[in-house]
Each structure stands twice: as C-alpha cells, then as structure tokens.
C-alpha cells in the first residue's frame, strides 16, 4: 500500500502562486508514475500532468498553458506542483496519485493510489 497526503492548497487571488506538495508513505515512489489530477465542482477529474520515469514533465498544456511545474524528489518520497499565475479557472480540489507503469496515462482509472486532495480556490 501507499499512502500519499497533499498540502498547500488555499485561496489565492488571480496571478498569485501556490506550491502543492504530495507526501508518499508506505512505498518508495522511485519507478512509480506520480501525478497530479483536479476536479471542479460539477466537473470530470482531470489530469493536470506528472513526472515520468526519466524524471521529465509530461503536461496537460491545453489546461496549464505553461504555467505549471512539477518536481520530485525521491529520497524524501514528496512530490510538489508550483503554480503560477493562477486563474479562477483552476479553482479545483487537487489530487497526487501514483502508477506503477512505465508510461504516464492521462486517465485516473490508470493510477492505484490517491491523497485525499487539497482545495484550491483562486479569486478573480
């Protein structure tokens, strides 16, 4: 089993930045897809981008537009997204979520194990 907990979500204005961090407990995440997913209310859930095996960023850019970083590190087993310039469009509850496969997949059905999401909510 593997446990993942995400933090840093809050209310920010439009432009403003936020940092979201993804502690994973019980595994190691090293060869594991990790990534984060959003869903807005009355919204599908929606694959925001994730690290690769090779350590690269693979991004939903039609929904980021540039605007979203995803690092890792895997000796401390945390995963984070930095966000900027935020819209109200991204106002979602955001979700860390791990694989074990050797592709990223853009479907939730694909990933094993979730957090418990973090709200985020960007006024205009």
């Known amino acids: 089993q593997m446990q993942l907990v995400e933090s840093g979500g809050g209310l920010v204005q439009s432009g403003g930045s936020l940092r979201l961090s993804c502690a994973a407990s019980?595994?190691?995440?090293?060869?594991?897809?990790t990534a984060w997913f959003r869903q807005a209310p009355g919204k599908t859930r929606e694959f925001v981008g994730a690290i690769n095996r090779s350590g690269g960023n693979e991004m939903n850019e039609d929904s980021v537009k540039g605007r979203y970083t995803i690092s890792r590190d895997n000796a401390k087993s945390t995963m984070h997204l930095q966000m900027n310039d935020l819209e109200p469009e991204d106002t979602a509850v955001y979700y860390c979520?791990?694989?074990?496969?050797?592709?990223?997949?853009?479907?939730?059905?694909?990933?094993?194990?979730w957090g418990q999401g973090t709200p985020v909510t960007v006024s205009s």
């Open positions: 979520a791990a694989r074990y496969m050797p592709y990223v997949s853009k479907s939730p059905m694909h990933y094993e194990f």
């Open positions: 019980g595994r190691t995440i090293t060869n594991w897809i």
